[in-house]
């Protein structure tokens, strides 16, 4: 008996398989589990944040705003990024408010790749930033980072590139492993991009948790560099609203106006009144604000790398964001999946498998986000030191 064509899938569709991230938060949900899978960065969003959205909920701003966002908060972007980033951006024409650092993206690539193109990834990679390209038709390709410093190796990047390359995605800091890429790495990967004439996409989603004294530097302030890269990024982690969906990108005025379609096409506009949280946010909150979330997270590491330690899962030290990949390879499986579930089994602590990151590999590898509530992650690093 032949197949209805009604009801026969999309060629893409069995390529696209449900992340790790979300598998693992339903086996924590189900065992009773603290999630540190997923990053849902569940601390307290600030006050200022909170009151913004119910007053413009109350002040009746739930309606459809512009494609690009509200006004206000354009604007206060374009001066969060000239003070913050070094980027001069027109809040008219180089902004856009988007669904998430996510959408931004989406919409991006929509706009400006085309079906058969190769975009490169460095791996270990975020990996909806590659599932993304595969639901567009455009072929991810990886450049692998080199352990445990997970360095850029220049020749591998350019032996990466054909003429079928069309962009390359960076995200710093970098989910999964906590990498923040160097003023000298930017630099290796802007004279590439200028040299095959390619577009960069930056999500810069973490730019505002980084440790030990590292830099954030945004690759669209080197020279040559502001015409051919999409900054993106957002209010999710900044201000523990990741369920909000509200980020943001700048981009040549030229690229805005496609761009912006095909977010409207996809999602008509970012969450009204939630908007409005994110502008008195960034109103209001001084910089001992960005101050307090770098040494709060700080210290949220090195409480998480030394429960890991006494574990004997031998983490890798991240200089950004709020993950860690640990060594699992004493933890009983054949594969980071099996690894994943054991250690959840054994400790009630969710994790990621580290073969979430990698087109082959990673088995010994697992993430754990430490952006938990301090209760929550006391209780997990408690765990986790017994578990050895």
Known sequence: MTRSKARTLSQIAPLIIQSEIRAMSVECERAGGINMAQGICD?????????????????????????????????????????????????????????????????????????????????????????????????????????PEWAL???????????????????????????????????????????????????????????????HISLATLPGMAERTITISGFSKTFSITGWRLGYMVAPASLIPAIGYFHDLTYICAPSALQYGALKGMLELPDSFYD???????QKRDQTCAALTAAGLHPTLPKGAYYILAEAAKVPGNTASERARALLAATGVASVPGSAFFVEGGETLLRFCFGKRQPDLDRACEALSRYA
Do not use: C
Request: charge should be negative; aromatic fraction near 8%.
């Open 153 to 215: 190796d220049v020749d591998s990047l350019r032996a990466a590139i054909t003429p079928k390359t069309r962009a390359i995605i960076i995200n710093t800091p970098l989910n999964p492993s906590g990498k923040v890429f160097s003023r000298i790495e930017l630099e290796s990967v802007a004279a590439l991009a200028i040299e095959h004439d390619l577009m960069v996409f930056t999500d810069e989603i973490y730019e505002n948790f980084l440790f030990d004294g590292v830099e």
């Open 292 to 298: 307090g979330l770098r040494g709060e997270y700080q």
């Open 43 to 147: 601390t307290e969003l600030p006050a200022q944040v909170a009151e913004g959205a119910i007053e413009a909920i109350h002040e009746g701003r739930n309606i459809y705003t512009r494609l690009d966002g509200i006004a206000p908060l354009r604007a206060a972007i374009a001066e969060k990024l000239a003070r913050r980033n070094g980027i001069n951006a027109d809040p008219e024409k180089e902004i856009l408010v988007t669904n998430g650092a996510t959408g931004a993206l989406y919409a991006s690539a929509l706009a400006l790749l085309n079906p058969g193109d190769e975009v490169i990834l460095f791996e270990p990679f975020y990996g909806y930033h590659w599932s993304t390209m595969l639901a567009l038709r455009v072929k991810p390709v990886a450049v692998p980072l080199a352990a």
